[in-house]
């Protein structure tokens, strides 16, 4: 029998397609804007984003509360916005990696992140880029999900008991530096959980805070961590993450032509780093998906008693970009199971849900580990999830808004190497029975 | 040196199929030149890899240089199970993948131009 297979696929990279990415995305942008705008009158509109601007940003800060609806919508559009400019002025290609991060900068614009804040960021990685000798383009990724640290700067600026304009040079110095040692650290860090966790850049950057809080609290300088929930804008914010999965599964269908084609490949994928639906299954059949996981964190969140404020939102907006890169119903669902599991097995109240939610919604950082090892181990590492994630916030004092996302790291690198023992156990009494050799053996 | 590491992950990535296949003899030959590299691995098995068309359309996925140096760590360091079916990242380093089962030799070529 002979088989040849050569030759590299076309890719996403012509002009139109990626043309026609960034103008939905421009578009979901101009929306944001507009929702905020209409929301509020231009007064209190200003007022709020001032608000918003010369807040500390730590978690949890729901700018819903710290500025208004119609704030945090115009502070989301237009910082998702000048993400995608700049992407788009350092010919970046989109994909669903890119996706993911910007829908993620989107989602955490509700509740910690805005251009003051995530500028020193861009500028750090840009210097770090420069070093190197390499194009930003290579490090855009780390950039827009580098942004996690925002509070970091906002916090030096306005939190601290520093003047205010030795708070916004400090501030912006760390975080300059902060942006400059990102990108080689998160590579690195990949290596921790082999992959298995999402939102790397959020273990990165756990670490990366945990020092900043170590070396503000070894000069005096304890952190507040706030609790500014808003519940009072839900029906406004569930209605329009309806409207936004709405589009997005009609969207998708429509550009699929008409069909669920590319599904099957998504559902049958993982989902480990590094899995690109747009590249393995098509624009049309990642937004069904993003649609559909849109969804069913709306449900579960209704279902769980919880209400739209700010960082769910955002959550969902997260879950949202990352079913463009990782995350689908059969990897996530296992997740969400294990988190809801150890909730009520536990004495823990439940009767706020708002803790169990957002760690379930973010806890889908794991959904490789259900995507690859099974259901299983997928509810337990939902269960180990929802057991750490409220025992790391104080080691960053909540200056890395992806809490989750560091606590995922520490759950996908213990559970990995356990589950590759079994693994490997397995496949040797398989081979054992089938009478091979194995070269794995000692 | 940057793309000598580059070239040990990919070779790496590649012998973790080939292992992963119980392919267990096999050579493999590296070779720079100006521009680029290519690694060419090729062992004997008595059949074609049951999976050997999902791995190709993986390899074949376009090269894309705004994601290798961030997730470029991961190459090579997964267990090199049976049904491991992750080899995306392999694909977007990559500029050129031929794969070939013939005379109970199954054969990958890959190459890669320098960084631009």
Partial sequence: MTRRLSNKTKDHSHPDFQAFLYRIIAGYCVILMLIGIISEPSADLLKGMVRIFTSPSNLITDYFEVGNFGSAFLNSGILTLASLALMRFKNVRLNGPMIAALFTVSGFSFFGKDIFNSVPIFLGVSIYARLVGKPYSQFSLAALFGSTLSPVISYIAFGTSLSLPAGIIIGYLVGIFVGMILPPLSSSFLQFHHGFSLYNVGFTSGVIAMMVASIMRLFGEEIDTPRLIAEQYSTGAGIFLTCLSLALLLTGFMINNRSPKGMKEIVDCPGTLVTDFVMEAGLGATMINMGIMGLLMIVFVILLGGTFSGPIVGAVLTVIGFSAFGCHIKNSLPILAGVVLAAFISPMDTGDPFTLIMSALFGSSLAPIAGYYGIIPGIAAGFLHMTLVTNVTYLHGGLNLYNNGFSCGFVAACMVPFLDMINDIREERKNGRKGKSSPDRG | ?116
């Fill in chain 2, 1 to 116: 040196m940057v793309e000598k590491e580059k070239a040990r992950r990919i070779v790496d990535e590649l012998l973790v199929y080939f292992l992963a296949h119980d392919i267990v003899d096999f050579q493999v030959n590296v070779r720079f030149h100006n521009n680029g590299f290519t690694a060419e691995i090729h062992g004997l098995c008595s059949k074609a890899p049951a999976d050997m068309d999902e791995f190709a359309k993986m390899l074949r996925i376009p090269r894309n240089p705004n994601m290798e140096d961030y997730y470029d760590e991961l190459l090579g360091t997964r267990k090199s199970h049976a049904d491991a079916r992750e080899y995306h990242l392999l694909g977007m380093m990559i500029d050129d993948a031929q794969i070939a089962y013939e005379d109970s030799e199954f054969k990958v070529k890959v190459s890669r131009k320098f960084e631009m």
